[in-house]
């Protein structure tokens, strides 16, 4: 394991990502625990990351020199560089200088880190301060501008570091100059591979349900079908996983999980029907939050109700179910806590207020994966495409796509558009490009039009394609021209009630993604 210690900039996730991409595996570690800890863990390689713009900061963390001494390979970025360099007796100026942004950086010596990269290349900075001096030992590689040591190597003791980023895409050979540090300085081996987390995963699962029982609750998307599908390799159909149908998904989606998902891992399945229940608690109702809380509550009742269906049916048999699958990321821990190795770790309930009586272990496959790994293992899996590049969908489902009332007409209507959306992005090949497209039914809205001879007075159809990396902020994704057209003939020819078709062109913020 590499251990990426955060000094508290976003950086970090991204690091750690861009390590496993080199084949890697990399974990988060706070820059709070002590030295002799992170020791203790024995890291292949330590990875100090950015973090604040200056080390003169009051209350900047300061690295303990023995995290050098201990002889484990050691890789500063940014702050990390500067920190790095200071603790080992070089030193950094409070130029005042900031470099930022894309920057030329020219290679003086190729060393390891450099290599056979170009002399001349272009890199993401972010600093304020810079390495004035490079500490006893190393060889300064490159340099810029703002930054006279831009980067230092001492191979012997197998550290080096860069004031750059070269986790960021804009770094051009930011990936090579880290696996340059992984492979060529600290000796690893690509060793990590979605293959092996499969088998890693399973045997755990393994060890911990042992001869018991689990459930897990999918709900479409690709965190818990993953889950549910690593567990049933591991403890096959001592796994039941439960489907709440609630009407709102979209088209496909429940057969997908009903008859693909089924068959391709052999999961003990049990579909709930409970599309009435749904549209029933929904009635007459448009306030957006109102809409939401019914449809959390339904879905707490019908999946409380099956899961105590589930353990009835197993104490029938003398058996009980003990285990409760789900689909927690890494970040998810890394951002309640847990990413630190201390204690505070919080798990994240997809599924809330299970009753009192039923109480289950976690198990939680992904909970050291990223969302792209964990696409990855789908894939290796076998599960379908189309689950496994699925774009963020939420819970309450179409539910909140329909400004105003849900009925089920409107529900049909909106199906049908978002069908013709899904299927002309997926024939552009846009689906990779788009964070997602909500498509959107203005259920209490008319305009008039003409079709044929005669004249409507039909719902318009909203299109919100966005581009994002967090769902935090977002920009409306420019989708060409005629792939916009094709969608808007489509819609207006084949749903019937729809006579126009809009698209949202604002930013996130101040619109939020969803129109609800
Ligand atoms: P907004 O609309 O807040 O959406 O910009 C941000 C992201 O969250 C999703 N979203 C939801 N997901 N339950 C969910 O599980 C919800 O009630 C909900 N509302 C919004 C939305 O699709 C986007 O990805």
Redesign the pocket.
Known sequence: TVLVVDFGAQYAQLIARRIREAGVYSEIVSSEVPAAEIVARKPAAIVLSGGPSSVYAPGAPQVDPTLFESGVPAFGICYGFQAMAQSLGGSVAHTGDREYGGTALTVTTGGRLFGELPVEQNVWMSHGDAVSQAPPGFTVTATSTGAPVAAFEDVDRRLAGVQFHPEVRHTAHGQTVLEHFLFDIAGLEPTWTMANVVEEQVERIRAQVGEGRALCALSGGVDSAVAAALVQRAIGDRLTCVYVDHGLMREGETEQIERDFVAVTGVDLRVVDAREQFLGALAGVSDPEEK?KI??REFIRVFEQAALDVVGDAKEHGDSVDFLVQGTLYPDVVESGGGSGTANIKSHHNVGGLPEDLQFTLVEPLRTLFKDEVREVGVQLGLPEAMVWR??????GLG?RIVGEVTQDRLDVLRQADAIVRAELTAAKLDREI??C?VVLLADVRSVGVQGDGRTYGHPIVLRPVS?ED??T?DWTRLPYDVLARISTRITNEVREVNRVTLDITS?PP??????
């Open positions: 939401r449809i959390g774009q963020p969908f939420p819970g309450p909140i964070w997602q909500p994002s769902a935090m977002a996130k619109g939020t993604i969803e129109w609800e």
